[in-house]
């Protein structure tokens, strides 16, 4: 069998990690026709948009996808071409798993957590507007995408539509890989109405799932137990913006940003990349770890049933962090990009 897959390389180190991610995704065996289209910031100028229509249409046509990193200006610029991705395909559960591998750095041990986050609502739905106001204070203008003004505000929007689908999405997953705990965060004592309602829809939700332990923490109280007791966790639910903050928290525990898959899905479309950010400054440099995106892959071929693929590829990049002795300067080596890649490929070649 043969897929059809829409490859955007990103920018900044992206296109060298989409390359060697293709090569590694190739050479599993897995027979995959690429469509690589362009977007991000690199070629913002050159299409007048961050984000062209053929992106998009590509996805909707293919149904699945893997990207590279893509900068997102901070204070200014464009909005998340990310987040603009999830929304216009309705990517609603982002999934990112955190297991440790032996040979990344740690203060922690046997690290196996799945963060399971909204994707479509929140402070991220990007409703903010700026506020001008005059000598009295009293409130004069409202504009949206404008900023550095008096005031500002965000509006946080929750739906129980929303809300029912990532909670069932988490209960699901539990379920078919054999997980034993879901467990809600929000920040529901002081936001009963937004987090309020996440958290009654969640336990509707947990009710028709009796077989999975079910329960509750708020979000500053959860960032401490992550710390303290991460072994007491299984798979975490959480609104857009707790759960951006956990999944970064978590890939502290496992050794960094730098071996973070991750998966945005929606009703029958998907969309692979890896958690970190596009790193720039090591633009061109053959030096960062691909290990992020290519464990995209791995959820990737997992998600399109290669499973015996995805096992095997998984088991290649792990021997090869293990040994220590062709990964990048982050792992404790000093191989490449292209090294690490070519080694986890010869893994793969391996029989047995």
């Known amino acids: 069998m043969s897929y059809k897959i829409t490859l955007i390389p990103g920018d900044g180190t992206g296109p060298e990690i989409s390359q060697v991610t293709k090569r590694v995704l190739d050479a599993t065996g897995v027979k995959i ?4 289209v362009e977007a991000g910031s690199d070629v913002a100028e050159k299409y007048g948009t961050p984000l062209p229509e053929n992106v998009i249409n590509s996805i909707r046509k293919n149904k699945v996808a893997i990207k590279g990193p893509i900068t997102t200006p901070i204070g200014s610029g464009f909005r998340s071409v990310n987040v603009a991705l999830r929304k216009e395909l309705d990517l609603y559960a982002c999934l990112r798993p955190c297991k440790s591998y032996i040979g990344v750095k740690s203060k922690y041990e046997n690290i196996n957590l799945v963060v399971i986050r909204e994707n479509t ?21 409202l504009s949206e995408g404008k900023i550095r003004s008096d005031s500002a505000i965000s509006i946080k929007p929750i739906s129980r539509f929303a809300t029912e689908r990532i909670v069932k999405f988490a209960f699901e997953y539990a379920r078919k890989n054999k997980r034993k705990k879901v467990t809600a965060v929000t920040k529901a004592n002081i936001m009963k ?22 329960e509750e923490r708020l979000i ?75 464990l995209s892959g791995v959820l990737m ?5 290669e499973k015996k693929a995805a096992e095997k590829l998984e088991k290649a990049v792990k021997t090869v962090i293990a040994e220590k002795k062709v990964v990048t300067y982050d792992l404790g080596g000093t191989a490449k990009t292209s090294e690490m890649a070519d080694e986890i490929i010869r893994k793969l070649r391996v029989k047995g």
Not at 200 to 210: C, D, I, L
């Open 33 to 36: 026709d690429w469509e690589v």
């Open 301 to 305: 071929l997992d998600y399109l049933g």
């Open 121 to 141: 609502e929140d402070l991220y739905a990007g409703v903010e507007f700026d506020i001008n106001t005059d000598a009295t204070g009293q409130i004069i203008k």
């Open 193 to 214: 109405f937004t987090d309020g309602l996440f958290l009654e829809t969640a336990r509707e939700v947990a009710k028709n799932y009796s077989d999975i332990e079910y």
């Open 220 to 294: 500053d109280n959860m960032c401490m137990q992550l710390v303290q007791k991460p072994e007491l966790y299984d798979v975490l639910v959480l609104p857009n913006l707790y759960g951006d903050i956990i999944s970064d928290l978590c890939a502290g525990l496992i050794g960094g940003l730098g071996i973070a898959p991750g998966a945005n899905i929606g009703e029958g479309i998907a969309l692979f990349e890896p958690v970190h950010g596009s790193a720039p400054k090591y633009k061109g440099l053959d030096k960062v770890n691909p290990t992020a995106m290519i």
